[in-house]
């Protein structure tokens, strides 16, 4: 499988590329808006045609590419069955594999950060979105996330993964890029060790985060696959920038 | 490929174990003595023949399990020929890739914290042994080891190994246990970004690290492939404790 970790610096994304060498496909899981362009670019340079795009979640901090990388190239869209979106052309849910030429994703519930949340397993990596992030995980403030539910979907079913298995976030915002499921359970200062519920909950609670500036333009827009949303302040225009006005609903 | 990452507590090393799912045979790297049973244990389970193992480098902090487990299990010792070792079965060089059933290992020269020091290259993954830790670096002020060459080492050679490249390093003392070169690229502090030579000797120079406390047991022991000294004083016991009396030198 060719691999590749892309970073989109605005919201701190990574985008990962899976391609097939047999059939030369691909897909893209969590593309972001402004670098759809360098996401095709890396494709192309690899010799691989984007099939899908897939998303772990539906996104408070930036808009997903999906939409824009079908109106580009035909690709098809992917997202959690979960989040029951009219936009997407093929529903993903837990204990259904998905296979693209050689690639077989297995969708993994993993609800807590939002209540639609799948992480993707495909041999021996996860993409485990916004649920387990390196040392961290997700809010759980917002788009009914709730701090308990994460708490079993990272300690039951990303836990429970082989402890060598990669693990590949959404975001990280230190520069780091991968870990392991042997790493996270060992010393993820939130969720690792023998770390109970209730002390989880409680970090979560004390948090005190800000609130999400872009939350407002991005949900919406995610909602319809990735729309850039009219009405963007100035100061977030970086968000959008890029797409033109083919995007803007 | 069988993919096993295995961690010896007294010294903090991480020992790999690469299996060949067609052939049923496999090697370990940087194999420790006190933990030689585990190894073992870990390739039964998978129903896995220990066919070599590897050293990255001649250690300073452990005894490698190279000859007890040719004992235990008649496998072979590969080391680099750079160390011009007596004891060795299969002498290890750039350029001279290693085979085991599918298993394809280039050896890469990165000398600096000890001259004969070796990476070794397998499918997307480098093992770096000491030359490069994550966020950091193997010591080079004992063993012919000489900064201004492990920073050629690691700029010249390890990163420029794609991005994407595993990095699974020899020791990490923070459970930390994967990288890849472009987060080592980023944001090694030693090593990553612009950093010039001249700032790397410095930090090398000021580490101010004591003494390595088994140094002068572990490195007559390692160039026998793996022999525990006599004398080695109770407090270091630890070092060679579950080998027994047929490997005391």
Not at 6 to 31: K, N, R, W
Not at 66 to 83: G, W
Not at 106 to 131: E, K, Q
Not at 158 to 171: C, I
Request: hydrophobic share 35%; with cysteine; proline share 6%.
């Amino acid at each position: 499988m060719i691999f590749r970790q892309l970073f989109e610096p605005v919201s701190s994304t990574y985008t990962y590329l899976l391609g097939c060498e047999d059939t030369g496909q691909a897909l893209l899981i969590d593309a972001v808006l402004p670098t759809w362009q360098r996401d095709l670019e890396e494709l192309n340079k690899l010799g691989l045609k984007l099939a899908y795009t897939l998303d772990t979640h539906i996104h408070a901090d930036h808009i997903t590419a999906a939409r824009k990388l079908k109106m580009e190239t035909a690709s098809r869209i992917a997202h959690p069955a979960a989040d029951n979106l009219a936009c997407v052309d093929m529903s993903l849910q837990e204990n259904k594999p998905f296979e693209l030429g050689s690639i077989r994703i297995d969708p993994l519930f993993t609800p807590g950060h939002t209540d639609g949340h799948h992480a993707y397993c495909v041999n021996g990596r996860v993409f485990t979105g916004d649920a387990l992030l390196i040392d961290g995980c997700g809010r759980t403030d917002f788009q009914n996330g709730d701090a308990p539910t994460l708490y079993r979907s990272v300690r039951e079913k990303l836990f429970a993964l082989p402890e060598d298995t990669l693990v590949y976030p959404a975001h990280d915002y230190k520069g780091r890029r991968v870990s392991s499921i042997g790493q996270e359970k060992a010393r993820n200062p939130r969720l690792g060790g023998d770390k109970p519920l209730a002390e989880f909950v409680k970090i979560m609670q004390e948090l005190k985060l800000a609130y999400p500036k872009f939350i407002d333009y991005a949900v919406p827009g995610n909602l319809k696959c990735g729309v850039c949303p009219t009405g963007v302040p100035e100061d977030l225009q970086q968000y959008c920038e890029q797409i033109g006005d083919s995007l803007q609903g």
